[in-house]
């Protein structure tokens, strides 16, 4: 049985007990909407966090492989740069060392008058030249046969020098100078058309070097 209690009478004591229960149970649903509310975002908050840590990983990784093919590419062409520069030098080199053979061919032509140890200097100086052109060569043919042509041109001028000496009028001083000339002119041709020459035609010049020396072979002192 409801009662008076400091002078509030039991109705009205009932309605503010209704009240405050109402009021805690809205705010008890309104503090669980707002959790709810709040997990929700923490929860998309995770989730688009880790769609953008996934996308940056995607970019980073697809920013490496276009790193590594630009990597790659520049290395490719370093090789290739430094593999046409190593063909340049060896070209270069081997020019040099043909220039050179030719041109102490041309001496002993010029100067067989100065006697033997003129010629044999040239000869020395041959050798080098067809030492260095060797080292460039991958013809064997060639490497085995240039080896005999400082010593064949020097044997044809020395021949030609004792000739002269001896002031011979038969016609051999003649066709010993032509002999050389000749010797020297096939050299020539080879030396010249040596770099640009197919395998085929670098054959040929071979044969033309070989052919050439062996005609006057038997002719040369010993």
Known sequence: MCREVLWISCGTWLGLLNGVIGALVGAAVAGIAVWKTLETQRRLFAVDRAHNYTATQLADHR?????????????EDVKLQLEFQAREAS????????????AAG??????????IPAIEDLILQGDSAVLRWRMEMTHRGLADE???????????????????EER??????????????DALGTLQLVAMS???ADPERRDELVSMLIAERKKHEDDLPA
């Open 63 to 75: 920013r490496k492989i276009e790193l590594d093919k630009q990597l790659e590419a520049q290395r």
């Open 91 to 102: 070209r270069q080199r081997e020019l040099a060392a043909i220039s050179d053979l030719v």
């Open 106 to 115: 041309h001496a002993m032509v010029k100067r067989y008058r100065r006697g």
């Open 146 to 164: 240039i080896w005999y042509w400082t010593h064949h041109l020097g044997g044809l001028a020395v021949r030609l020098f004792d000739l002269t």
């Open 168 to 181: 011979a009028d038969d016609g051999s001083r003649t066709v010993a100078f032509d002999a050389l000339g």
């Open 194 to 196: 040596w770099p640009g």
